[in-house]
Every structure is written in structure tokens, then in C-alpha cells.
């Protein structure tokens, strides 16, 4: 199973006292940290209650290349009563996240999970104030942007979107709107940054390219605005230069090569990553066993 197995958390008092010593190794070292929160719906393979979701569509089996399969159990549909306490649940994570130190938080709004299967139509069948229109289907999310704001100040809030990916089946029929409109409700919101995942990358003249379909949200949001998605050091260098955005994430690169700024910098070779290893129990195999680089010649100066 990949999705919810060592999941860290951040809910109780012993999650916030031990995340307090990895924290405070971040900022010694110069680091900006933000803890990502969310809530994985029905995306979740674990445990003895049905999950919540917005549907009580559940996800598909999911078969892998390596030949392990994921199934999922059946989600329930969320009550509008107990929405609020869902809400809470965000805020209370942020304010612990505050508490063991973080500069601020995350709020996963992305990739398949809780937030995201409120917001696209493929998965949101509710007939309330939560489904439908999409303005509707935004509301939920809206509301916890605007609870953890409350709680910890929207400058310390960012938001993970992804309105082009078809995630565990969690898809929408028009992702333009649906990103545009996000854009312009966070950017009222005041939160710091929004971190946009590219549309799927595709074949151009024999080469794969990264379509760059956020500018009509860089152009709504006024804060700043992150991308990320298949992007490599010229292409991250790229679109910073052209005011496309204004900081690029990296996950897989990053994962692989603990040194990647300088890596960039110096224009070096980069480890090549394992997927073998993603999303593995191991703490060292596939996440802290990548080398550094070392400078054996002066070739990259």
C-alpha cells in the first residue's frame, strides 16, 4: 500500500515535541520550513470505519508497474454537520505545527485527496451547499484556507493545488475554471504562496515539455506563486526569468540529490532517482542513502 502507511502526523503532543528537534535542525542549517497538512478522504487503504470523502464513490483499484496493488475501501459520504469539525481538525494541526516551530503551513489541496475531491466534478456528486456549482464544490476548501489563516495569520499559509491531474481518479471536466477560480479566492485570502502541480508533461517533437498552462493564475495571484511538475534546472531557471513564476518545487530531483542548489549552481551531474524506493518504510533506503557531490576538478567552477 502507498498512500497512507508512515504517514507522519502532527495532531498530538508527542508528534509536536518530536518534530520540535527535526525543525530546529532545518533552521540551524539556514532552512525555511513549512509542514504540509491534509487529509486524504478516500484515499485511504486503512483502518476499520469507512472513510469520509465528498462521495461515497470509492477509488478504483490501483495496479502498480512493479505489480503491487492498492485497494481502497468503500468512502462514506461527509455530512454538512460534520464539516466543521473537519475544519477544526486543519486548524488544530496548524496551530501544532506553529508550536513545534515551523515557519508556517501547507494546506494539501492537491493530488487526489480530501480537499481536491470536494473540488473536482469527477468525484463531488453532493446536491448541498458543497457540490454542484463550482463555486459550491470550492467552499469546503475556502473554509479551512480561512480557518488556519485565522489561526496562525495568512502570511504563513500556502496552498497545494492541482487542478489539471487526474489523481485516483479525482479529475475535473473544465480545470481551467476551476484553477482561475482558486487563484482569485486564495489571492482574497491573502495567504503567502500557492503551489501549482503542471499539467501533464507531453511528447513535442520527440521530446517531452511541460505545457505551462498557470499563467492566468500567476497573472490572479498576487502573492507568490510556485510551480512544479517535471521541471529540470533550465526549465526552473526559465521560467523564473520570464516572470512565469516565482519559485520552482522539486520532489523527485531533490529526493535524489540532498544537494541540489549547489548542484544547480555549479551546472554538476545529478544522482538519478529510484522509484523502487518511493513511499518505502525504510527511514535511510531511498531517502537519506543518496551521495553528495564532490568535487573531485575544478571543471564545474
Known amino acids: 500500500m502507498k498512500i497512507i502507511p508512515n504517514t507522519p502526523g502532527i495532531w498530538t503532543n508527542e508528534q509536536v515535541e518530536a518534530w520540535k528537534r527535526i525543525v530546529d535542525a ?3 542549517k539556514g532552512g525555511v520550513f513549512f509542514c504540509q497538512i491534509w487529509h486524504a478522504g478516500r484515499a485511504s487503504n486503512m483502518g476499520e ?14 495496479i502498480y508497474d512493479d505489480g503491487t496493488v492498492d ?19 486543519f486548524r488544530v494541526a496548524a496551530r501544532n505545527a506553529i508550536q513545534a516551530g515551523f515557519d508556517g503551513v501547507e494546506i494539501h489541496g492537491a493530488h487526489g485527496f480530501l480537499l481536491e475531491q470536494f473540488m473536482k466534478d469527477s468525484v463531488n456528486d453532493r446536491t448541498d451547499q458543497y457540490g454542484g456549482s463550482l463555486e459550491n464544490r470550492c467552499r469546503f476548501p475556502l473554509e479551512v484556507v480561512r480557518a ?9 499559509v500556502g496552498f497545494k493545488l492541482s487542478p489539471y491531474g487526474k489523481y485516483l481518479n479525482c479529475f475535473d471536466s473544465n480545470p481551467d475554471s476551476l484553477g482561475l477560480y482558486m487563484a482569485r479566492q486564495l489571492n482574497k485570502c491573502n495567504i503567502l504562496y500557492m503551489n ?7 511528447m513535442v517533437n520527440s521530446k517531452l515539455e511541460i505545457p505551462h498552462k498557470l499563467f492566468p493564475m500567476r497573472q490572479a495571484f498576487r502573492g507568490c506563486f510556485m510551480v512544479g511538475g517535471g521541471y ?3 526549465e526552473g531557471n526559465q521560467v523564473i526569468s520570464n516572470g512565469y513564476a516565482d519559485l520552482v518545487a522539486y520532489g523527485r530531483l531533490f529526493l535524489a540529490n540532498p544537494d541540489l ?4 549552481e555549479l551546472d554538476a551531474p545529478l544522482n538519478k532517482y529510484d522509484r523502487s ?10 531517502y537519506t542513502d543518496y551521495p553528495f557531490l564532490e568535487l573531485v576538478s575544478k571543471s564545474y567552477h
Open 26 to 28: 532545518v533552521h540551524a
Open 49 to 62: 470505519e469507512a472513510p469520509i470523502s465528498s462521495t461515497d464513490k470509492g477509488v478504483e483499484t490501483q
Open 71 to 89: 485497494e481502497y475501501f468503500t468512502p462514506r459520504k461527509l455530512r454538512e454537520d460534520e464539516i466543521p469539525g473537519v475544519i477544526n481538525s
Open 148 to 156: 488556519v489563516s485565522d489561526m496562525i495569520g495568512p502570511g504563513r
Open 196 to 202: 501549482v502541480t503542471e499539467p501533464e508533461m507531453i
Open 232 to 234: 529540470d534546472r533550465d
Open 261 to 264: 542548489p549547489k548542484r544547480f
Open 277 to 286: 524506493t518511493f513511499y518505502t518504510s525504510d527511514p535511510v533506503v531511498g
